[in-house]
Nanobody, 123 residues
Framework: QVQLVESGGGLVQAGGSLRLSCAAS????????MGWFRQAPGKEREFVAA????????YYSDSVKGRFTIARDNAKNTVYLQMSSLKPEDTAVYYC????????????????WGQGTQVTVSS
């Protein structure tokens, strides 16, 4: 089991930036592709971004492509989500998770979820 702890959320005005971090408890973190998901009130959890275990391949939802950047530092057991040009519709709880399935895009392919960090974007 890998324990994950997200941080970096907060309240920001539209157009602003935030950087989320997801720290893993075990060095076996480096074996996993990692994903970021988000869930707004009354909505299903949705894919945001993912990164392969070595960091060479990244994947984004259409809604964040060009605004968000996912990266990882395996020496620090940490994955990041740099969010820029934030919009009110980005408001959600953001979760990181380790990928265990074959898809990058569905929550069912992930395990070891963190507790989430709230991001609120005001208009």
């Amino acid at each position: 089991q890998v324990q994950l702890v997200e941080s970096g959320g907060g309240l920001v005005q539209a157009g602003g930036s935030l950087r989320l971090s997801c720290a893993a408890s075990r060095r076996t973190f480096t074996h996993y592709a990692m994903g970021w998901f988000r869930q707004a009130p009354g909505k299903e959890r949705e894919f945001v971004a993912a990164i392969s275990s070595g960091g060479l391949n990244t994947y984004y939802s259409d809604s964040v492509k060009g605004r968000f950047t996912i990266a990882r530092d395996n020496a620090k057991n940490t994955v990041y989500l740099q969010m820029s040009s934030l919009k009110p519709e980005d408001t959600a709880v953001y979760y990181c998770a380790t990928r265990s399935g074959s898809s990058y895009y569905t929550p069912k392919a992930y395990q070891n979820w963190g507790q989430g960090t709230q991001v609120t974007v005001s208009s």
